[in-house]
């Protein structure tokens, strides 16, 4: 549970005092909306992921580096083509890829072509900029 919030709605719903069966739905809906939530940028465990991939989806991730087949496919959701241009490694860790992108991957940064073509702009101008002005923040991060 993120707060003191989710806590006190979990519990008034384990506990049955909601009578009002839309009241409850509403509850858990709102539940399930806060656990989809984004994770806060920057907080990316990249040893979840096989570790000759860490180095170019970090710079992705951090610089807007571009991204090799395999990787764009992942991001892209490109299914077909992340079967077609895994390796060894990455094929039996197709349901790890999706895990750690819900988990730890900025919602900006991947789903499809344009979010990636957003996301590499996005932080290669961001990049320049704190290059430029060291200690500056751009919005939307």
């Given at each position: 549970?993120?707060?003191?919030?989710?806590?006190?709605?979990?519990?008034?719903?384990?506990?049955?005092?909601?009578?009002?069966?839309?009241?409850?739905?509403?509850?858990?809906?709102?539940?399930?909306r806060r656990e989809k939530k984004p994770k806060e940028f920057g907080h990316v465990d990249y040893s979840q992921i096989p570790e000759h991939m860490r180095e170019g989806l970090e710079g992705y991730i951090e610089y807007g580096w571009e991204l090799?087949?395999?990787?764009?496919?992942?991001?892209?959701?490109?299914?077909?083509?992340?079967?077609?241009?895994?390796?060894?490694?990455?094929?039996?860790?197709?349901?790890?890829?999706?895990?750690?992108?819900?988990?730890?991957?900025?919602?900006?940064?991947?789903?499809?072509?344009?979010?990636?073509?957003?996301?590499?702009?996005?932080?290669?101008?961001?990049?320049?900029?704190?290059?430029?002005?060291?200690?500056?923040?751009?919005?939307?991060?």
């Open positions: 549970m993120e707060n003191t919030e989710d806590a006190e709605i979990l519990k008034t719903i384990l506990e049955g005092k909601e009578k009002d069966i839309q009241t409850l739905l509403q509850k858990i809906e709102e539940l399930e090799g087949g395999f990787l764009y496919s992942v991001l892209t959701n490109d299914l077909l083509r992340t079967v077609k241009t895994a390796d060894i490694h990455n094929r039996f860790k197709l349901l790890q890829w999706v895990d750690f992108c819900l988990e730890f991957l900025p919602g900006k940064s991947w789903g499809s072509p344009e979010a990636v073509a957003y996301w590499t702009k996005f932080r290669e101008e961001h990049h320049q900029q704190t290059f430029a002005n060291p200690g500056t923040k751009k919005e939307g991060e």
